[in-house]
């Protein structure tokens, strides 16, 4: 009879044992289950902050940089004994004069947008001083554009009388990487490396 009861006592005690075991299992299973909701939770956050980031670069690209635009220029695929200035050159730089003419037009148009919106006084001194310096700086650059959008109609209308492409003083070719560079050009490099010196001995 006693060695019965110490079975019975042996099984008692090993049964709390399991019971245990089974409680610790779930404490696992409900940690998973957060770190899967947390890992969830960024990566609907991360997805929610990506429309914002794209849309100030967006923003960034739509200002008009003259550098910026000249260097996405994509190179025209030059073949061998290809005859200068042909349809599908003259194509190439239309293309490129008609993109660049219609970014500074924006340009141009969003200034004078913002003269007419510009009617707000500002009671601090220093605060319209920087306002005005700023202005100021601004129209100068719109002056310049609005001359280079001048030159930018002229290459085109040289474009439609086959004169786009050779100097204007020596009547040589140009050259494609040239013309590329600067679409505007209207002398070769040597025509305007010799125009320049004469500049800087002129007015230097």
Request: overall charge positive; aromatic content about 6%; glycine content about 2%.
């Amino acid at each position: 009879m006693p060695k019965k009861s110490s079975k019975t006592t042996k099984s008692k005690k090993a049964a709390p044992k399991k019971v245990i075991a089974k409680k610790a299992a779930p404490k696992k299973v409900t940690a998973k289950k957060v770190s899967l909701k947390k890992a969830t939770a960024k990566k609907g956050t991360a997805k929610k902050l990506t429309p914002k980031k794209s849309s100030s670069k967006t923003a960034s690209t739509k200002k008009y940089e003259e550098a910026q635009f000249l260097a996405s220029i994509k190179p025209y695929a030059l073949k061998k004994n290809e005859k200068y200035m042909n349809a599908k050159q003259k194509q190439h730089f239309v293309a490129i004069l008609d993109s660049w003419a219609e970014q500074l037009q924006i340009e141009q148009d969003r200034t004078a947008d913002k003269i007419q919106d510009n009617v707000s006084n500002f009671p601090d001194e220093s605060d319209r001083a920087t306002h005005e310096e700023e202005f100021t700086l601004e129209l100068r650059t719109r002056e310049r554009e609005r001359k280079l959008l001048s030159k930018i109609n002229e290459s085109i209308d040289d474009l439609k009388s086959n004169d786009y492409g050779f100097c204007a003083s020596c009547g040589i070719e140009i050259g494609i990487r040239r013309l590329e560079a600067r679409p505007t050009a209207t002398r070769c490099i040597d025509c305007k490396t010799i125009e320049e010196i004469h500049e800087r001995q002129q007015f230097g």
